[in-house]
């Protein structure tokens, strides 16, 4: 007699044999890669999902009576079940660019528990812009099937979910924050570093690379590095891209003046060290299904009021959205630093929101998400209210509390859907 075992086991046949790479174990660390997916196909198990009803963190309320953090959202074809995001996290978790099962059960864990958007962490649209060689990537059609493994699961719960698209520009080739020896030197590119101006003198940090000035050739294959990018997000089934242009990475260091001493086209005036933004933005625009959004992510400051000589500050933020809404930007994600290692950054709760509402207020007509320490669902709650902003993310709070979306509707005292399997959870 067979065993149940053995039914249980061929009960669920493959749907086509999937490639799987085996990678070597990470130098000198706990850490272990042993398996990457290379390839589209996946175990029929994998894709089955119980699909909820009503996408866990909708208002089941008058909704009238519910509160705006928990009203719908529209933006193009884009609707949200509520105005919650998860902001993105780099996670260091990856091995050549491809998410794993960590990134699988990571996002996929904000969607179970209501999130409205699930936004993945900046994902490197060539090699040389990740961050450090644990970096998500999206440089290569190979890496869509695992991106859409979450994606697809994200959308089995109800939820919606975006990538962020990024080169890490002077910041790139750093080591893993969490353990600095999880990679062998060779998995490094210290001389190919990319800045809108090159040298000792732009390094961001002694632990940092001393980053390579890029010439106007190589400008434009990084513009359709980001095409390219969007493309594959659109065939694995993305809502939305979020362009990344904050946080000191690529972008932020051609618009800062901190950053930039070009001479050419991409430097000197405002508008020049936009155009490469403005490029990046047209060339997504253009390579993203035209009924969906897109996000921008910007950081409004570089936080050196203290310190003497330009900078990147909240008027040429508030220029520069103007400017990438017209380019096609329907949604602006308002960060601030990460430019310089001299920045002086004052957190407190809420500390990045009046940002938010600058923005907001001088360019009607473009959305805008605050982030920056929002904690719960009365403090997000009055940002809305208050508009200051349309939508609200958050990062740590969600790393400290998964159910973030369900806590904040407690706190309100409003009713939400939860997802089937977390059902007991209602009543504690």
């Not at 996290?89 to 999130?115: P, V």
């Not at 940092?208 to 990018?229: C, D, N, T, Y």
């Not at 972008?251 to 508008?271: C, K, M, Q, W």
């Not at 709760?349 to 007509?365: F, L």
């Amino acid at each position: 007699m067979l065993s149940a075992f053995y039914f249980i086991a061929n009960a669920v046949k493959p749907a086509s044999k999937a490639t799987i790479t085996s990678g070597n174990p990470t130098h000198g660390s706990n850490i272990t890669y042993k398996k990457h997916y290379s390839s589209a196909p996946h175990y029929e198990q994998e894709s089955f999902h119980i699909r909820p009803p009503v996408a866990p963190g909708s208002s089941i309320g008058d909704i009238k009576k519910t509160p705006l953090l928990f009203q719908p959202f529209t933006v193009k074809d884009l609707t949200l079940a509520n105005r919650i995001i998860v902001a993105p996290m780099c996670m260091y978790s990856s091995k050549d660019g491809f998410m794993t099962d960590y990134h699988l059960a990571h996002l996929g864990s904000f969607a179970i528990s209501g999130a409205g958007l699930v936004l993945a962490e900046a994902t490197a649209v060539e090699p040389r812009g990740r961050i450090s060689p644990a970096d998500t990537g999206i440089w290569s059609d190979d890496h869509i099937p695992a991106i859409k493994r979450v994606v697809d699961f994200v959308h089995s719960q109800g939820s919606k979910m975006g990538i962020q698209l990024a080169h890490a520009g002077r910041k790139a080739s750093t080591k893993v924050p969490y353990d600095s020896e999880a990679y062998p030197d060779s998995e490094y590119w210290n001389d190919d570093v990319i800045a809108p101006s090159g040298g000792p003198e732009f390094q961001w940090d002694e632990k940092h690379v001393v980053p390579r000035s890029l010439s106007i050739a190589e400008i434009q294959q990084v513009i359709k590095a980001f095409g390219a990018a969007a493309v594959r997000a659109a065939k694995a089934g993305m809502d939305t891209v979020e362009v990344h242009g904050a946080h000191g990475y690529l972008i932020h260091n051609f618009l800062s003046p901190v950053t930039n001493h070009r001479t050419d086209a991409y430097g000197g005036s405002l508008e020049n060290r936009a155009r490469l933004m403005l490029e990046v933005i047209k060339e997504v625009r253009t390579n993203f299904p035209a009924e969906k959004p897109i996000f921008l992510r910007v950081s409004a400051s570089d936080c050196i009021e203290h310190l003497e000589g330009p900078s990147w500050e909240i008027e040429q933020t508030v220029q520069i959205a103007k400017w990438a809404k017209e380019a096609g930007v329907d949604v602006i994600h308002i960060s601030s630093g990460g430019n310089t290692a001299q920045q002086k950054v004052l957190y407190s709760p809420g500390y990045q929101v009046h940002y938010a509402e600058r923005v907001r207020k001088d360019v009607p007509g473009l959305a805008v998400v605050a982030v920056g320490s929002i904690t719960g669902g009365k403090q997000a709650q009055e940002v809305l209210e208050a508009e200051k902003a349309d939508l609200v993310a958050a990062a740590r709070s969600f790393l400290k509390h998964p159910s973030f979306t369900l806590d904040a509707a407690r706190e309100l005292g409003i009713k939400v859907s939860y997802a089937p399997q977390y059902f007991a959870a209602k009543y504690v």
